[in-house]
């Protein structure tokens, strides 16, 4: 047996000291209540899924898990409080695809998305539904594409917001189809899809839950979905880009994050756990009713994902001149 030096705790480094700390940090971890930040109102897609999620760390390690509302200025106000917390695992966020775009949308943004946060890994992700009035005389995306460049700034479609993903997403389409929709800004997508069931506006892209109800009784008629890939939930319909334009992908997804510095062992405990909650079916089940579709990864893969997504949003918002509002 090959000798072994024995070596007094303090002669350890500075460094191996603090390995070994986060070390036995991670092992005993959690040991008290984790703050779930959910920088929106209570009630939406967002809040649902931290208290999913918060409901099956609980359950795993017997810890409360309070989900906490922080809303205001387009999720920057609760995004901004995790990453002033203290990097020790016990405030999380979750938030959508806007926490990499706001940075863009806002003149001064009070925090940057990538080296103020830790990423624990994807959670969900969903399409927008690209849907018209059955007024509209196109039936697939190719038409929809010949129809407004035969009517320039005539086709209107409506979102949930000015810099809000229903808006991003039709300024997307706008861009690689050369056309000229005109963008109607709604107080929330609930207003906005109301007014193209009316009549009121020729279009829009919508998230799942508010578009599916009247896509089934005929009062809007959906031609595709956004992302690159088709709708698990929704696979007969085509996906923007196989249908007529190609390079489209306006993916919304849903993640969570640790304010930067938290130790690794922590980070890779908590993806490990969450991601063995949205296996669970019950929570599957209840995440396909918001229309989200489960999807997990490692910290490591979140991170370049996100980075090449708000990329590809920061030209777009930059080139068009697009500010929140």
């Given at each position: 047996?090959?000798?072994?030096?024995?070596?007094?705790?303090?002669?350890?480094s500075?460094?191996?000291l603090?390995?070994?700390?986060a070390?036995?940090?991670?092992?005993?971890?959690?040991?008290?209540?984790?703050?779930?930040?959910?920088?929106?109102a209570?009630?939406?897609?967002?809040?649902?899924?931290a208290?999913?999620?918060?409901?099956?760390?609980?359950?795993?390690?017997?810890?409360?898990v309070?989900?906490?509302?922080r809303?205001?200025?387009g999720?920057?106000?609760?995004t901004?409080?995790?990453?002033k917390?203290?990097?020790?695992?016990?405030?999380?966020?979750?938030?959508p695809?806007?926490h990499?775009?706001?940075?863009?949308?806002?003149?001064?943004?009070?925090?940057?998305?990538?080296?103020?946060?830790?990423?624990?890994?994807?959670?969900a992700?969903?399409?927008?539904?690209?849907?018209?009035?059955?007024?509209?005389p196109?039936?697939?995306?190719?038409?929809?594409?010949?129809?407004?460049?035969?009517?320039?700034?005539?086709?209107?479609?409506?979102?949930?917001?000015?810099?809000?993903?229903?808006?991003?997403a039709?300024?997307?389409?706008?861009?690689l189809?050369?056309?000229?929709?005109?963008?109607?800004?709604?107080?929330?997508?609930?207003?906005?899809?109301s007014?193209?069931?009316?009549?009121?506006?020729?279009?829009?892209?919508?998230?799942?839950?508010?578009?599916?109800a009247?896509?089934?009784?005929?009062?809007?008629?959906?031609?595709?979905?956004?992302?690159?890939?088709?709708?698990?939930?929704?696979?007969?319909?085509?996906?923007?880009?196989?249908?007529?334009?190609?390079?489209?992908?306006?993916?919304?997804?849903?993640?969570?994050?640790?304010?930067?510095?938290?130790?690794?062992?922590?980070?890779?405990?908590?993806?490990?756990?969450?991601?063995?909650?949205?296996?669970?079916?019950?929570?599957?089940?209840?995440?396909?009713?918001?229309?989200?579709?489960?999807?997990?990864?490692?910290?490591?893969?979140?991170?370049?994902?996100?980075?090449?997504d708000?990329?590809?949003?920061?030209?777009?918002?930059?080139?068009?001149?697009?500010?929140?509002?």
């Amino acid at each position: 047996m090959p000798s072994m030096t024995l070596v007094p705790c303090g002669a350890l480094s500075g460094f191996a000291l603090m390995i070994v700390s986060a070390c036995a940090t991670a092992q005993t971890y959690p040991t008290k209540p984790i703050r779930y930040i959910v920088p929106f109102a209570a009630g939406g897609g967002v809040d649902t899924l931290a208290r999913v999620l918060g409901a099956r760390l609980n359950a795993a390690w017997n810890i409360p898990v309070v989900v906490e509302n922080r809303p205001g200025a387009g999720g920057n106000i609760g995004t901004e409080h995790v990453a002033k917390s203290a990097p020790d695992g016990y405030t999380l966020l979750m938030n959508p695809n806007s926490h990499a775009y706001n940075a863009s949308l806002y003149a001064k943004p009070p925090y940057d998305p990538i080296k103020d946060f830790a990423p624990i890994g994807l959670v969900a992700t969903s399409p927008f539904l690209l849907v018209v009035h059955p007024s509209v005389p196109v039936k697939s995306v190719k038409e929809l594409i010949a129809l407004a460049k035969a009517r320039p700034k005539e086709l209107t479609y409506s979102s949930g917001g000015m810099g809000g993903g229903s808006h991003l997403a039709g300024e997307l389409f706008d861009a690689l189809a050369r056309t000229q929709l005109v963008h109607i800004a709604y107080k929330g997508i609930a207003p906005a899809i109301s007014d193209l069931v009316g009549g009121h506006v020729s279009l829009a892209f919508s998230v799942v839950p508010p578009a599916i109800a009247h896509i089934k009784t005929g009062r809007l008629r959906a031609l595709a979905v956004s992302s690159a890939q088709r709708f698990s939930l929704l696979p007969e319909l085509p996906t923007i880009a196989e249908a007529g334009l190609p390079g489209y992908d306006a993916l919304s997804w849903y993640a969570t994050f640790a304010p930067a510095a938290t130790p690794p062992a922590i980070i890779a405990k908590l993806n490990a756990e969450i991601a063995k909650g949205l296996r669970a079916p019950d929570v599957t089940a209840k995440l396909a009713a918001l229309g989200l579709e489960v999807k997990t990864s490692s910290p490591e893969d979140f991170l370049q994902y996100m980075t090449k997504d708000w990329k590809v949003w920061d030209k777009l918002i930059r080139e068009l001149g697009i500010r929140a509002g």
